[in-house]
């Protein structure tokens, strides 16, 4: 069983950064762990999953290289760093955690055995 805590969510203006945490009660070193979002009216989508050992991540296409996902297994710790933040960005985040290799379908599909209970994100001068 994992428990994840997000953090760091708040009001940035438009081209401002934001690094949000997530943080796990238990090991996560054998968890993909990924940040997803939801947008008021919109259905949730995947914004970056990292597979464990830092290995291979995948991005929302849209994101046009402004995020960036990192992780440090030794803090149970995974981040979002958010960077030329849009208004479009204005969401709730969640943090997910599966046992599953590969981060392009968990972020595709929204599949993960374990979930967060978001931070909200607004995105607004």
């Known amino acids: 069983q994992v428990q994840l805590v997000e953090s760091g969510g708040g009001l940035v203006q438009p081209g401002g950064s934001l690094t949000l945490s997530c943080t796990a009660s238990?090991?996560?070193?054998?968890?993909?762990i990924g940040w997803f979002r939801q947008a008021p009216g919109k259905e949730r989508e995947g914004v970056s999953c990292i597979r464990t050992g830092a290995g291979d991540s995948y991005y929302l296409d849209s994101l046009q290289g402004r995020f960036t996902i990192s992780r440090d297994d030794s803090k149970n710790t995974v981040y979002l760093h958010m960077n030329n933040s849009k208004p479009e960005d204005t969401a709730v985040y969640y943090c997910?955690?599966?046992?599953?290799?590969?981060?392009?379908?968990?972020?595709?599909?929204?599949?993960?055995?374990?979930w967060g209970q978001g931070t909200q994100v607004t995105v607004s001068s």
């Open positions: 238990g090991s996560i070193t054998k968890h993909t």
């Open positions: 997910a955690a599966d046992p599953t290799w590969n981060p392009q379908p968990m972020c595709e599909l929204n599949d993960a055995n374990y």
